[in-house]
């Protein structure tokens, strides 16, 4: 069962870095892959925040910054010593090598899973508000799984390596706006209960002239 995994891994690894690489698609994919315009989406996504929520911006900003380093220790600090999977640049033969990379572990990708949690809180704020609100909650979905996406392209991770640092991120984004749920009803006071978690969409009510 295990070796039919790793088989279908690698298969779909050779797919996505060998059979579907094109130089147009290597500029993209090294754009996106590179872990500073991660940062600038997100920078991107605060101000958006900030802007559009003003003091009620910090709930969902914080969680983000918790559901990051949740993500990144589960990935890197947990499962990257833990199963040591070398990296198929370094483990396979005639892979498409498009950046330096150093010896590090590949399983599971951090990079998947810090932009796989960013998301998913900033999902859970937006996505059922305006338009411009789900404009941007679509959109750090849609670059959550470019940048997995180019990590296989770019010939640093197993496709395996990106799903679970997106499940990881998900998890990490979930669990940790979850918890902090239940801590904001339970254990604070009312003034700060509704300062900044997401208000369910109400409708508005018709109102007749005289």
Same mark, same amino acid.
């Given at each position: 069962?295990?070796?039919?995994?790793?088989? !279908?891994?690698?298969?779909? !690894?050779?797919?996505?870095?060998?059979?579907?690489?094109?130089?147009?698609?290597?500029?993209?994919?090294?754009?996106? =892959?590179?872990?500073?315009?991660?940062?600038?989406? @997100?920078?991107? @996504?605060? +101000?958006?925040?900030?802007?559009?929520?003003?003091?009620?911006?910090?709930?969902?900003?914080?969680?983000?910054?918790?559901?990051?380093?949740?993500?990144?220790? =589960?990935?890197?600090?947990?499962?990257?010593?833990?199963?040591?999977?070398?990296?198929?640049?370094?483990?396979?033969?005639?892979?498409?090598?498009?950046?330096?990379?150093?010896?590090? !572990?590949?399983?599971?990708?951090?990079?998947? @899973?810090?932009?796989?949690?960013? @998301?998913?809180?900033?999902?859970?704020? +937006?996505?059922?508000?305006?338009?411009?609100?789900?404009?941007?909650?679509?959109?750090?979905?849609?670059?959550?799984?470019?940048?997995?996406?180019?990590?296989?392209?770019?010939?640093?991770?197993?496709?395996?390596?990106? +799903?679970?640092?997106?499940?990881?991120?998900?998890?990490?984004?979930?669990?940790?706006?979850?918890?902090?749920?239940?801590?904001?009803?339970?254990?604070?006071?009312?003034?700060?209960?509704?300062? =900044?978690?997401?208000?369910?969409?109400?409708?508005?009510?018709?109102?007749?002239?005289?």
């Amino acid at each position: 069962m295990l070796d039919a995994l790793y088989q !279908f891994d690698v298969w779909l !690894f050779r797919l996505i870095n060998e059979g579907i690489g094109q130089p147009y698609l290597d500029t993209l994919m090294l754009f996106v =892959t590179d872990f500073k315009r991660s940062w600038v989406v @997100a920078a991107f @996504a605060s +101000l958006y925040i900030i802007f559009t929520r003003r003091r009620e911006s910090v709930l969902p900003l914080a969680l983000c910054l918790l559901a990051i380093a949740v993500a990144d220790q =589960t990935a890197s600090g947990l499962l990257k010593p833990l199963v040591q999977r070398t990296r198929p640049c370094f483990e396979l033969g005639h892979v498409r090598l498009l950046l330096d990379q150093t010896h590090s !572990f590949s399983f599971a990708s951090s990079h998947a @899973a810090n932009t796989a949690a960013v @998301a998913t809180v900033m999902w859970i704020f +937006l996505s059922k508000s305006s338009l411009p609100d789900r404009s941007v909650a679509w959109g750090l979905v849609v670059f959550s799984f470019l940048s997995g996406y180019s990590r296989v392209y770019v010939g640093v991770h197993y496709p395996l390596d990106v +799903l679970a640092g997106w499940g990881i991120g998900v998890g990490a984004g979930t669990l940790t706006y979850l918890c902090v749920v239940f801590v904001w009803k339970n254990y604070l006071s009312p003034p700060l209960k509704n300062l =900044t978690m997401p208000k369910k969409p109400q409708k508005q009510a018709a109102t007749s002239e005289k």
